[in-house]
């Protein structure tokens, strides 16, 4: 599992055009799912993913987690992240799970996290998405679960 995370002043979201959800000061998280991916991949993820220190402390030190700053998280899913771009001119997926096997280790991230009292939005799996965002630093960085 990887996790592209961009610290953000806020966000929204958009399914196939229709507003769902916006944050306030936190992380947009995308989401990729690997073939094989498992709970350990999630739980390695979910912890990182709260606690990695990326908000500035009152000495502007990336000394703070999103739970820290009682922050928001926008969670999306994102196939793409695993496209390979090596060869050609057009990625290769083959990476990616297959989009059963993605869904439910993406849904189970999703109830995971809903027990850890940090706020969050999600899009829809599998759904065209629009987000709009406005990204602090900018902080951007991947989380790898392998």
Do not use: H, W
Request: hydrophobic fraction near 40%; charged fraction near 25%; proline fraction near 1%.
């Amino acid at each position: 599992m990887k996790i592209i995370i961009q610290r953000v002043n806020f966000a929204e979201i958009f399914v196939n055009n229709k507003f769902k959800g916006k944050i306030q000061k936190g992380i947009v998280a995308y989401i990729g799912v690997a073939n094989g991916d498992s709970v350990k991949d999630i739980d390695f993820c979910i912890d990182k993913l709260i606690n990695l220190r990326i908000f500035d402390d009152e000495n502007g030190k990336l000394n703070l987690s999103v739970k820290d700053i009682r922050g928001e998280l926008l969670i999306v899913s994102n196939f793409t992240i695993y496209g390979n771009t090596k060869k050609g001119r057009r990625p290769s997926y083959t990476d990616s799970a297959a989009v059963n096997e993605a869904q439910e280790i993406y849904n189970l991230f999703v109830k995971k996290l809903e027990q850890t009292g940090v706020r969050f939005e999600t899009g829809e799996f599998g759904q065209y998405m629009r987000i709009v965002s406005e990204n602090d630093g900018p902080v951007n960085l991947i989380i790898d679960s392998k």
